[in-house]
T-cell receptor, first 115, second 114 residues
Framework: DGGITQSPKYLFRKEGQNVTLSCEQN?????MYWYRQDPGQGLRLIYY???????QKGDIAEGYSVSREKKESFPLTVTSAQKNPTAFYLC??????????????FGQGTRLTVV | GNSVTQMEGPVTLSEEAFLTINCTYT??????LFWYVQYPGEGLQLLLK?????DKGSNKGFEATYRKETTSFHLEKGSVQVSDSAVYFC?????????????FGTGTQLKVEL
């Protein structure tokens, strides 16, 4: 079955450590996105990528980094510079990044808890 | 910039009641509009979409009409079920300086009781 796989579902890290969240898709989608979800704040865009080897900052990129070396993969690193990293992280993809009528497909999310 | 405003939740209804969740937007140009649903502990699933003015999106008994004159995309269902309990997000995709991306509202939690 085609889809987006995020792993792990739950992740615990100590404060000050970097952590990388995995996102893989087999939908042959060009565009991929990372969102952060906090209670009562909806989804906020961290980074997005419309083609391989290219990505742009979203609204809350500080303290995060990404790479897009393969079309299928868009890992997100939460660095120690992110002041409040505990959140639910959602990865998404869509067919054509520049077309406006295409919806995004979401993974199941990773809940990161920093202690 | 682009933005989406949804009604505050939680919305609590009895089974078989009529549902309306309001959504209004601000965007440049002619955005596409979407409703997503999120069940507890899961990612978002597309519920319905509309890509131009006066289009009506529908799925699983839910409907929403793209109203350009009022910049709205309200979600409706004639008879809700307990299984409809979830968080509903209104979203738009519009051109911005850096390409186009999805902008979401803050979500509206729906609780349906027997």
């Amino acid at each position: 079955d085609g889809g987006i796989t995020q792993s792990p579902k739950y992740l615990f890290r100590k404060e000050g450590q970097n952590v990388t969240l995995s996102c893989e898709q087999n939908l042959n989608h060009d565009a991929m996105y990372w969102y952060r979800q906090d209670p009562g704040q909806g989804l906020r865009l961290i980074y997005y990528s419309q083609i391989v080897n290219d990505f742009q900052k979203g609204d809350i990129a500080e303290g995060y980094s990404v790479s897009r070396e393969k079309k299928e993969s868009f890992p997100l690193t939460v660095t120690s510079a992110q002041k409040n990293p505990t959140a639910f992280y959602l990865c998404a993809s869509s067919i054509y990044g520049v077309r406006m009528n295409t919806e995004a497909f979401f993974g199941q999310g990773t809940r990161l808890t920093v202690v | 910039g682009n933005s989406v405003t949804q009604m505050e939740g939680p919305v609590t209804l009895s089974e078989e009641a009529f549902l309306t969740i309001n959504c209004t937007y601000t965007a440049t140009g002619y955005p596409s509009l979407f409703w997503y649903v999120q069940y507890p502990g899961e990612g978002l699933q597309l519920l319905l979409k509309a890509t131009k003015a006066d289009d009506k999106g529908s799925n699983k008994g839910f409907e929403a009409t793209y109203r350009k004159e009022t910049t709205s995309f309200h979600l409706e269902k004639g008879s809700v079920q307990v299984s409809d309990s979830a968080v509903y997000f209104c979203a738009l995709r519009a051109l911005t300086g850096g390409g186009n991306k999805l902008t979401f509202g803050t979500g509206t939690q729906l609780k349906v009781e027997l």
